[in-house]
């Protein structure tokens, strides 16, 4: 059984800065992408940030420049340091990874885990 737990969510004025942390446990034999992602209320799930396992990124447009994501293999962790928060940036922020368990000796399994969410609440 691999989760994914994340922290850091909470209320913040704009302008102002938080840091989200994701980290995986359980059967983990390696983790490919991780990745977050976010729901506003009334919209559908969007693409944040990711990262690969030797440290490519990606970003949405909406970001860019503000976000920065990040990752410790050793620990199975995902960050993401988010600056200049505007109030468009509410919404509950969500961690994925591929994460790869072995199931046997010489059989792996590939899986998408996401976490249960965290709630950032840009406001004054």
Request: net charge positive; aromatic share 10%; charged share 20%.
């Given at each position: 059984?691999?989760?994914?737990?994340?922290?850091?969510?909470?209320?913040?004025?704009?302008?102002g800065?938080l840091?989200?942390?994701?980290?995986?446990?359980?059967?983990?034999?390696?983790?490919?992408?991780m990745?977050?992602?976010?729901?506003?209320?009334g919209?559908?799930?969007?693409?944040i940030?990711?990262?690969?396992?030797?440290?490519?990124?990606n970003?949405?447009?909406?970001?860019k420049?503000?976000?920065?994501?990040?990752?410790d293999?050793a620990?199975n962790?995902?960050s993401?340091?988010?600056?200049s928060?505007?109030?468009?940036?509410?919404a509950?922020?969500?961690?994925?990874?591929g994460?790869?368990?072995?199931?046997?000796?010489?059989?792996?399994k590939?899986?998408?885990?996401?976490g249960?969410g965290?709630l950032?609440?840009?406001?004054?």
């Open positions: 059984q691999v989760q994914l737990v994340e922290s850091g969510g909470g209320l913040v004025q704009p302008g800065s840091r989200l942390s994701c980290a995986a446990s359980g059967s983990i034999f390696r983790i490919n992408a990745a977050w992602y976010r729901q506003a209320p919209k559908q799930r969007e693409f940030a990711s990262t690969t396992s030797d440290g490519n990124t970003y949405a447009d909406s970001v420049g503000r976000f920065t994501i990040s990752r293999n620990k962790m995902v993401m340091q988010m600056n928060l505007k109030p468009e940036d509410t509950v922020y969500y961690c994925n990874a994460v790869v368990t072995r199931e046997s000796p010489f059989r792996y590939t899986l998408e885990i996401w249960q965290t950032v609440t840009v406001s004054s």
